[in-house]
């Protein structure tokens, strides 16, 4: 089996994709028809042409006006499901699902609509072969009171996800700010992640690390600058939730090639692949695959490492993870020579 094709069929874990940035512009418009909610932009097409992303800041200010679509607990299913059914396609068969509540209550949006719809999709997703769980985040750019608020609006819903995240604007909002919200979620049991080092400084990794005692880093390649924190992350082995083609798309790094995946591997670290925000950054899961393998010239070993790593950095319970390594491994002796 050549490479692509290798890629594209060894079983993956993906545990770095925000629903909303699974919201394709043809959905937007249809659920903004369905809900009669007016869009800025005439078209798909027109959508489609503002997707030109120069940082993080200017893609969350269109993907939190094309969350506005939004309302009933059929949408959120119905987003759901059809990134369940691109999951299913691509041998994803492991999706840990971040979700962003506060983006759906401060329109007035209800938490138990908001979990309901996704929790729904995530339990059919069983059927199509998909292993799906959520992750809650909270909104760096706004405050930790709000954090707080949106747990306790959250807790009802308790077994419907299984941790917390912390996304949105990086630079100026570091992991010290949550250390509170952190601490009452890691006493309730929920896993903890958090986005550290997509545009911020290693810095934000530490603390991330030290301050949350986050399990795992999303994104986390700014750590590549601090030796130090390389060989903690390596040690330790922290798994990476890394997304190429959006930091391709963010312009955190300027073309594929120049990407530091590899330097990340090769360090020992436990990297995985991810797609983030697929409906913006132009790919899902074997798309990120195979573009950054081209650009950047991995091989076979690197795809059986980051398939295994997707397992290992995920939070199913360990007979889980066997299966899954067992499938993978199961791919690789039928097919690589
Ligand atoms: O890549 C991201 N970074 C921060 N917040 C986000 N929310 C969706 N995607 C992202
Ligand atoms: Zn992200």
Redo the contacts with the bound molecule.
Sequence with gaps: MNLPSLLAAMPKAEL?I?IEGSLEPELIFQLAQRNGVALPYASVEDLRRAYAFSNLQSFLDIYYAGASVLLHEQDFYDMAWAYLQKAAAENVIRAEI?FDPQTHTARGVAMETVIRGLSRACRDAQKIGVEAELILCFLRHLSEEDAFETLEQALPFREHFIGVGL?SSELGHPPEKFARVFAKCRQQGLHLVA?AGEEGPPAYVWAALDVLHVERI??GVQSAKDPALMKRLAQDRIPLTV?PL?NLKLCVFPTLAQHNLRELLDAGLCATVNS??PAYFGGYMNANFLQTFAATGLDAQHAYRLARNSFEGSFADASQKQRAIARLDEVFATHVV
């Design positions: 770095h925000h971040f996304d986005h999303d994104h997304c959006s983030d925000d």
